[in-house]
């Protein structure tokens, strides 16, 4: 092969250039602390519609300020932006399941006015789902859980269940992850669905209302409902009646 001829040099240099970024995104995608951290410093440089790439179509943002679905966290991100913020993302931690952990530090104008450990990024198929404060994330945690049992994906539900946790609801007490999924089965064979609302957070106890569902006919409701979470895991599930005492 005549490797001076210039068009071949460019066929090569072009080649190695694909397939350096075929690399790159392929690490990226492997390793979901570069996309939080990609994420973040296209934040950084102003390139919001960047930073928006790397999220998923259901991506939720939480700030000080609310929590935003996709198309207006877009909006939000830009307003943070244009107000001058900026964030150093640090100690980055994969705790598992896609989920990432780091301490932040903001920045307005270059003057620091905030900083913490407390941020979780949740991030799937290379693309980041969730995105803020911990507290934030345990609420989105059993929102989601609850939207894939409605939804009868029982493997989507049990990806947010620990292996260790306990289920107690008017058919029994369930423990670990086999005995959680064969209840589960059983729930969505019967078409039971779920309507929560009003969610309290205390340190990864979520509190809510609550409406059990069977073919639109309610079959019972109360105010007690909940939920523990911690690190991103579902560790109990049933009432405020129902929560052993640890």
Known sequence: MNTKNPSV??????????????????????????????FYDAFNEGDIEKAMSLTAEDYVMND??????????????????????????TNFVHSGNGRVTSCYEVFENGTSIDKGCGNVT??????????????AEQIWVVQ???EALNAGNLDA??????????????TGTYEGADSIRE????LVKDGIT???SNFRNTDGTVVYDYEVLQGGDVLDKGTNGLTQVKDGWIVFDGTEETLPAR
């Open 9 to 38: 040099l460019f066929f090569i240099f072009a080649l190695l250039a694909l397939l350096l970024g075929a690399c790159a995104l392929s690490a990226q995608g492997d390793d979901p602390t570069l996309v939080v951290k990609a």
């Open 64 to 89: 000080p300020f609310g929590t935003y679905n996709r198309a207006d966290a877009a909006i939000q991100w830009q307003a943070v932006y244009d107000a001058g913020l900026t964030f150093n993302q």
């Open 122 to 135: 949740h991030v799937v198929d290379g693309k980041i789902v969730y995105d803020g404060l911990e507290n």
């Open 144 to 146: 989601k859980y609850y």
């Open 157 to 170: 539900a049990m990806s947010y269940i620990a292996t260790d946790a306990m289920f107690i609801n008017p």
């Open 183 to 186: 209840s589960l089965e059983g």
């Open 194 to 196: 779920f309507n929560l």
